[in-house]
């Protein structure tokens, strides 16, 4: 019983080891991360089309679930950016932002796609987010960073604008340009390119005056905290809030509320869908960030059980006014490199966060919404990537395609279009190549006994054999390529008497291609060609035994091509060896 | 010029050699094939929910488009029973059976199922058909077999019943059955019973009599028309119409209507889908027959050319007052049998057909209804197999499971959902099996340079070198499989300092596996592991050449595994070989 409850509870396995040292470093980590994480929280709330608290909470039970029933060490779950702009997308198809039904549908997401994880963790179902190629994965990425930048211009600029894809957002982004608010701008232009030089330049300054890289580079990610303290005293000193600057406003000083998610039949079927990919895209991530840095201290995570950390993290965030959320990329690194040495840490960012969401909200009052646009803005530029899609280019024409279509997509049509599109091509691609497997017809290089493709070898062959290789199992999506790659080989030799399968590289065969192989017996009985097989493997040997394939066969089952070949030429057509010879012949009856 | 067109319009290539021989034996061939599609076509379009003109029109023009682009010599096209279910399912989900809307949806649905098996044509797309696997469409067909043979009682009884699946069906004919009538319950069991003889008992009868095998078995195939001339005359004789049997009344005395399918973009995004499976289903039986027969004389049928000979049918039949058509099984035997030698024996049976059309109709006006129930019963039932079920379950679990989902969705939910569970279960089951390859940790054979799986065999390994033989090519569903073996497996030998993948079964490595191996590059980088590769396919490396794995890659790619083994055992740990000496020692460079 022990070792199953340790497995779906590892908080039982670490916690036993806990001491003073791990204590004191995960408390370090735990103190940046909140730093980090408090405008983060707030700013991709806002994106989500919520009220920025509701960041907060998303950022207190969550990490406590995921602390308690996740396996990675260092992952810093919370709101994330893509998340963030997926569930705008998705509930922004049943309410409109900023209503009460509108916060009511981003808990239904996130009870949705922790169910979903959850459930994708008991059944072991996460080879499902294998469906999500690389290409794809980060094709979206860089499409969403895109876009939540330039949704993000509405702050910085002090205008309104809406829409889930690129054209509507830069119409409406240019409808409005002339209701620029001046005071805002400036605010946001300033923030943003502070952040970018923070980001940049910050650490080299900081090691020049003597700190060590590692120190410096903590300190560097702390730069958002310096701009929302700079950006609200410049908001409070110079009054800009008279000025039309938007600003944070009230956010209530309180502990996460007890919510009750919907029960609404049609509106769980609306949102189903897009939870269902919301969640996966959150796990591909979330596991990709887990797994390196896992790997760092060659320590191990357990992608099931992850699946099931996520979704226990989404449903806690349903029962505590929060929205959905994933492990982060950029924190997860900052909690890592922060000395984080167990989920604790996220324990005592979970307190850090209750303690800002109780005490520290009146600070946030006059924060500029445009500041928080530009943490959003530099951060999610940093996901763009445009140097991966050349080398992939360069690499295979099929990703690639799989790729721009991802990007295409989803700024053309918005991100649920994206991801389906990406998926379905790759999966088609895939599909279609695994559907016309490589077979060639070999015959014997002379004085060996190897048999080799006719087309690239000098090779003996014969008239009225013909000996197809194929280089691949046998399944129902190349049976019906089977069968037509054999009756035209057929079809083009009108000598032959004797068709030779050799299934060297055959490691399965499925019942729709046993069904193929009856067919082709059937048929080239029809037309007076007998059917052998050689070189088949044991467990294939074994399994056809379950079938009525091998009584029906015209022809032989032989061990080796080499025998089969020989056999059949001395076989006169009128006098074919019988099977029982052969298996004499290898004094195996 | 002329290889194309003659590509796509394959009656250039047959017409030009037909001779009177030919004609002759197409012309009985089409005259056997009318004298069974006459009944049956009515009947298949009172199973679709439509007036049995429909039937009639649907075995003209079509048959005529297949004609002339089809690549079968034997197939006979036409209204089938599935389809037709299938048509009744999708039709009724927009209009009412009976009415006019009715039978405006059926025009759109074989306008759309036409365009789609076009597209697929000219777009060498036919491989999508793959994804019905041989248990999915075996279990579909018997299920859809069981349904229309249950719905066809309510015209024996002579009562009404409605339902798309068994459980609505069961129950309305339950709760009905006290409305039926003697009268029709005489006529229908009498049908289906002196049919079932017909199927049976007849042949050996003839045989007796002293006919040969073949015209025996081709006057047995004519029983329905038989049944159907004792029926009518049994109901004008005995006035049965006046007792409340059913009959088929009035049918219209003309040729084809131009008709027109409705251009309305709500309906045709409506009946899509419904309107893609149809066609798909109806691809995939059409073409099993073709190639069945195409082999028995070493004929070939060209699977995309076939989808533009059934989408040119279904185009057709749009457009003359008809319903979605394909390839029957049944009437397809009959016309081989019979000897047909090219298409030219379907435009035969289309002027049958029109002359029928023209002046047979007021023939059939008295023609029960539960006779033609009862041809349909006896011909559906022949499509459900029960003994297919047993083997597949021998054979492969899986399988039969794909098989069962198929048979119980359809039954207790329709068609649509049948297909598509079955489709979707096949598809997670490849996907799952493909993510998760098979690999081994291998050592050497004693004193040989053969490397086997260390579970199997004894061999000789090194703590400080771990090699994995993956026996798959390397995509992006295996991707994070690989990432997650590897780690594991370096996780459980803390003393490797050298990982080696060996890849002889590796035919190709797409972006995201690509993408693994540097992400395991550089973790086992971070733990201090060098990383190697073994036995590289040319085709591979050609393309690793063309990224910047190779320039990243900590380790070596050896040539073969056993001097991979040998370069890292004498190596100190210190002192790792450079890549250079070893294709030095090779006479390489």
């Given at each position: 019983?022990?070792?199953?409850?340790?497995?779906?509870?590892?908080?039982?396995?670490?916690?036993?080891?806990?001491?003073?040292?791990?204590?004191?470093?995960?408390?370090?980590?735990?103190?940046?991360?909140?730093?980090?994480?408090?405008?983060?929280?707030?700013?991709?709330?806002?994106?989500?089309?919520?009220?920025?608290?509701?960041?907060?909470?998303?950022?207190?039970?969550?990490?406590?679930?995921?602390?308690?029933?996740?396996?990675?060490?260092?992952?810093?779950?919370?709101?994330?950016?893509?998340?963030?702009?997926?569930?705008?997308?998705?509930?922004?198809?049943?309410?409109?932002?900023?209503?009460?039904?509108?916060?009511?549908?981003?808990?239904?997401?996130?009870?949705l796609s922790g169910l979903f994880l959850l459930l994708m963790g008991v059944l072991?179902?996460?080879?499902?987010?294998?469906?999500?190629?690389?290409?794809?994965?980060?094709?979206?990425?860089?499409?969403?960073?895109?876009?939540?930048?330039?949704?993000?211009?509405?702050?910085?600029?002090?205008?309104?604008?809406?829409?889930?894809?690129?054209?509507?957002?830069?119409?409406?982004?240019?409808?409005?340009?002339?209701?620029?608010?001046?005071?805002?701008?400036?605010?946001?232009?300033?923030?943003?390119?502070?952040?970018?030089?923070?980001?940049?330049?910050?650490?080299?300054?900081?090691?020049?005056?003597?700190?060590?890289?590692?120190?410096?580079?903590?300190?560097?990610?702390?730069?958002?905290?310096?701009?929302?303290?700079?950006?609200?005293?410049?908001?409070?000193?110079?009054?800009?809030?008279?000025?039309?600057?938007?600003?944070?406003?009230?956010?209530?000083?309180?502990?996460?509320?007890?919510?009750?998610?919907?029960?609404?039949?049609?509106?769980?079927?609306?949102?189903?869908?897009?939870?269902?990919?919301?969640?996966?895209?959150?796990?591909?991530?979330?596991?990709?960030?887990?797994?390196?840095?896992?790997?760092?201290?060659?320590?191990?995570?357990?992608?099931?059980?992850?699946?099931?950390?996520?979704?226990?993290?989404?449903?806690?965030?349903?029962?505590?006014?929060?929205?959905?959320?994933?492990?982060?990329?950029?924190?997860?690194?900052?909690?890592?490199?922060?000395?984080?040495?167990?989920?604790?840490?996220?324990?005592?960012?979970?307190?850090?966060?209750?303690?800002?969401?109780?005490?520290?909200?009146?600070?946030?009052?006059?924060?500029?919404?445009?500041?928080?646009?530009?943490?959003?803005?530099?951060?999610?530029?940093?996901?763009?990537?445009?140097?991966?899609?050349l080398t992939i280019w360069r690499y295979s024409r099929a990703d690639f395609a799989?790729?721009?279509?991802?990007?295409?997509?989803?700024?053309?049509?918005?991100?649920?279009?994206?991801?389906?599109?990406?998926?379905?091509?790759?999966?088609?691609?895939?599909?279609?190549?695994?559907?016309?497997?490589?077979?060639?017809?070999?015959?014997?290089?002379?004085?060996?006994?190897?048999?080799?493709?006719?087309?690239?070898?000098?090779?003996?062959?014969?008239?009225?054999?013909?000996?197809?290789?194929?280089?691949?199992?046998?399944?129902?999506?190349?049976?019906?390529?089977?069968?037509?790659?054999?009756?035209?080989?057929?079809?083009?030799?009108?000598?032959?008497?004797?068709?030779?399968?050799?299934?060297?590289?055959?490691?399965?065969?499925?019942?729709?291609?046993?069904?193929?192989?009856?067919?082709?017996?059937?048929?080239?009985?029809?037309?007076?060609?007998?059917?052998?097989?050689?070189?088949?493997?044991?467990?294939?040997?074994?399994?056809?035994?379950?079938?009525?394939?091998?009584?029906?066969?015209?022809?032989?089952?032989?061990?080796?091509?080499?025998?089969?070949?020989?056999?059949?030429?001395?076989?006169?057509?009128?006098?074919?060896?019988?099977?029982?010879?052969?298996?004499?012949?290898?004094?195996?009856?």
């Amino acid at each position: 019983m022990m070792p199953r409850l340790a497995h779906y509870l590892p908080v039982l396995e670490w916690g036993r080891a806990y001491g003073s040292t791990a204590l004191m470093n995960d408390l370090v980590a735990a103190g940046i991360v909140t730093i980090m994480l408090i405008p983060q929280s707030l700013a991709y709330a806002m994106l989500a089309g919520l009220p920025p608290e509701v960041g907060l909470y998303a950022s207190i039970l969550p990490i406590l679930a995921y602390a308690l029933f996740g396996t990675s060490r260092s992952l810093a779950v919370g709101p994330v950016a893509v998340i963030s702009l997926m569930t705008l997308t998705a509930a922004s198809s049943v309410a409109s932002p900023g209503s009460a039904e509108f916060v009511a549908a981003a808990l239904v997401l996130a009870l949705l796609s922790g169910l979903f994880l959850l459930l994708m963790g008991v059944l072991k179902l996460g080879f499902l987010a294998n469906l999500l190629s690389h290409p794809v994965v980060s094709g979206f990425i860089t499409a969403s960073g895109i876009i939540i930048a330039t949704s993000q211009l509405k702050a910085i600029f002090g205008i309104s604008a809406s829409g889930e894809a690129m054209p509507e957002l830069v119409e409406t982004l240019i409808a409005n340009l002339g209701q620029t608010n001046p005071a805002t701008l400036i605010i946001g232009v300033l923030s943003t390119a502070f952040l970018f030089w923070v980001r940049k330049g910050l650490k080299p300054l900081l090691i020049k005056a003597g700190l060590q890289p590692r120190p410096a580079d903590l300190m560097a990610k702390a730069g958002p905290i310096a701009a929302v303290a700079a950006a609200t005293l410049a908001v409070v000193l110079l009054d800009l809030e008279e000025r039309g600057v938007a600003i944070v406003g009230d956010i209530p000083q309180s502990l996460p509320p007890l919510t009750m998610p919907l029960f609404d039949a049609g509106l769980w079927q609306q949102l189903a869908i897009p939870a269902l990919l919301l969640s996966i895209i959150g796990f591909v991530e979330s596991v990709s960030v887990a797994q390196t840095l896992a790997a760092k201290k060659r320590q191990r995570i357990d992608p099931d059980q992850e699946l099931i950390g996520l979704g226990a993290a989404n449903v806690a965030a349903s029962f505590s006014g929060g929205y959905p959320v994933t492990g982060g990329f950029a924190r997860s690194v900052v909690n890592f490199d922060a000395g984080a040495e167990t989920p604790a840490a996220g324990a005592f960012t979970a307190v850090g966060i209750a303690i800002a969401a109780l005490f520290l909200t009146p600070l946030l009052y006059s924060l500029p919404i445009a500041t928080l646009a530009a943490t959003i803005i530099v951060a999610v530029l940093s996901l763009v990537d445009l140097r991966t899609p050349l080398t992939i280019w360069r690499y295979s024409r099929a990703d690639f395609a799989a790729m721009a279509t991802t990007i295409v997509v989803t700024l053309l049509m918005g991100v649920e279009p994206g991801v389906i599109a990406g998926v379905g091509l790759s999966l088609a691609l895939y599909l279609w190549r695994s559907s016309r497997p490589h077979a060639a017809i070999v015959g014997r290089v002379p004085e060996t006994g190897h048999f080799r493709n006719v087309k690239r070898h000098k090779v003996i062959t014969d008239p009225r054999i013909l000996t197809i290789r194929v280089d691949e199992s046998l399944t129902y999506l190349n049976a019906r390529w089977l069968e037509e790659f054999v009756l035209e080989a057929v079809a083009d030799h009108p000598d032959v008497k004797h068709l030779v399968l050799m299934s060297s590289a055959v490691n399965s065969i499925d019942a729709s291609a046993l069904e193929s192989l009856e067919a082709i017996n059937h048929r080239l009985c029809d037309a007076g060609i007998k059917l052998h097989l050689s070189e088949v493997k044991g467990p294939v040997m074994d399994r056809l035994e379950r079938s009525f394939f091998l009584e029906e066969l015209t022809g032989q089952v032989f061990l080796s091509q080499d025998e089969a070949f020989a056999a059949l030429l001395l076989a006169g057509e009128d006098m074919p060896p019988q099977r029982e010879d052969v298996w004499l012949a290898r004094g195996l009856i």
